[in-house]
T-cell receptor
């Protein structure tokens, strides 16, 4: 079955530690996205990528970094510079928007907490 | 930047009743999408309606779009307990030049058996 896999499901971060969230898709989508969701809130865009080896900052990129070395993979690193990292992180993919938004397919998220 | 805002924030109904959720947005769009999120899970795409469409159906879902009022509604008919979830509308950002979506805060629907 095609889909998006996020791991781990739960993650704990210590002070001063960087942590990396994994996102893998086998939908053959070119575009991938990372969102942050806080309780009772909508999704906010952290980073997105429309092609391998290229990515763009979203609305709340500070304290986060990404890479896109393979079409299937778009890992997100939450750095120690992100002072309030506790949230639910969602990865999504779509066909390339080409100027008009497309339906996005989501993974089941990673819940990050501070130790 | 523009944003969809859902109304109401929470809705509680009995099984078999219809549920209506509304979404308002601020600037012109190419399309509007509705998503469902079950507790602790990712979002699932339900339906996309283009700016030149007024109504769209998918099973028990009916979506309307009124671009003059910059609003959309999602109707779930004959609701079931399994429809219990949060529902989000999402609109193009910046007129769709990047194709990114902006999500509202969602309507939390509870369907009681």
């Amino acid at each position: 079955d095609g889909g998006i896999t996020q791991s781990p499901k739960y993650l704990f971060r210590k002070e001063g530690q960087n942590v990396t969230l994994s996102c893998e898709q086998n939908l053959n989508h070119d575009a991938m996205y990372w969102y942050r969701q806080d309780p009772g809130q909508g999704l906010r865009l952290i980073y997105y990528s429309q092609i391998v080896n290229d990515f763009q900052k979203g609305d709340i990129a500070e304290g986060y970094s990404v890479s896109r070395e393979k079409k299937e993979s778009f890992p997100l690193t939450v750095t120690s510079a992100q002072k309030n990292p506790t949230a639910f992180y969602l990865c999504a993919s779509s066909i390339v928007p080409s100027g008009i938004s497309q339906p996005q397919h989501f993974g089941d998220g990673t819940r990050l907490s501070i130790l | 930047s523009q944003q969809g805002e859902e109304d109401p924030q929470a809705l509680s109904i009995q099984e078999g009743e219809n549920a209506t959720m509304n979404c308002s947005y601020k600037t012109s769009i190419n399309n509007l999408q509705w998503y469902r999120q079950n507790s602790g899970r990712g979002l699932v795409h339900l339906i996309l309606i283009r700016s030149n469409e007024r109504e769209k159906h998918s099973g028990r879902l009916r979506v309307t779009l009124d671009t003059s009022k910059k609003s959309s509604s999602l109707l779930i008919t004959a609701s079931r307990a399994a429809d219990t979830a949060s529902y989000f509308c999402a609109t193009d950002a910046d007129g769709g030049s990047q194709g990114n979506l902006i999500f509202g805060k969602g309507t939390k629907l509870s369907v009681k058996p």
